[in-house]
């Protein structure tokens, strides 16, 4: 029995659960964003909507209209776990103002800060929707 929504539903799941965590920690935990991580949560968001929208429909082109959105955050999440990290000259932090996007005070998960649970939540979208389009390909 083929299932080829499969990965897209897993893509969705990711996606709620990097949302509500964003919105966790920000509302119920009262912690302020850095600038990057604001850009994340503007990539990741409308993930969440589209690709519910697109199981419901079951229409192909939410995962066309999201993969983008999932490989802009995954950028953006990259360079912030490498500030983060400290491979990237403190010239180039962005925050220049506010929270710092290099001095992350929350970790989670064995040690993990979140611009890096945020890069592998990226990664696991664009990856479920490499899947799931190059196997719906034939349905065009």
């Known amino acids: 029995m083929s299932r080829p929504w499969l990965p897209l539903l897993c893509a969705w799941l990711v996606s709620i659960v990097a949302t509500g ?10 912690m302020t964003p850095c600038v990057l991580c604001w850009y994340q949560r503007i990539a990741m ?12 429909a079951e229409d192909r ?5 999201a993969l983008p959105m999932a490989l ?8 912030h776990s490498l ?11 962005p925050c220049s103002a506010g ?20 890069f592998a939540s990226f990664a696991a979208i664009a990856a479920l929707l490499f899947v799931y389009l190059r196997g719906t390909r034939h349905d065009l």
């Open 72 to 79: 802009t955050g995954l950028v953006i999440a990259g360079y």
């Open 99 to 118: 929270v710092s996007c290099a001095n992350q005070k929350l970790s989670i998960f064995w040690g993990l800060e979140l611009p890096w649970l945020s």
């Open 83 to 93: 500030l983060v990290a400290g491979l990237v000259p403190q010239a180039w932090i």
């Open 61 to 65: 082109r939410g995962a066309v209209y």
């Open 21 to 30: 965590s964003a919105v966790f920690i920000g509302e119920v935990m009262g």
């Open 45 to 56: 968001f409308p993930i969440a909507l589209v690709l519910g929208m697109s199981l419901y």
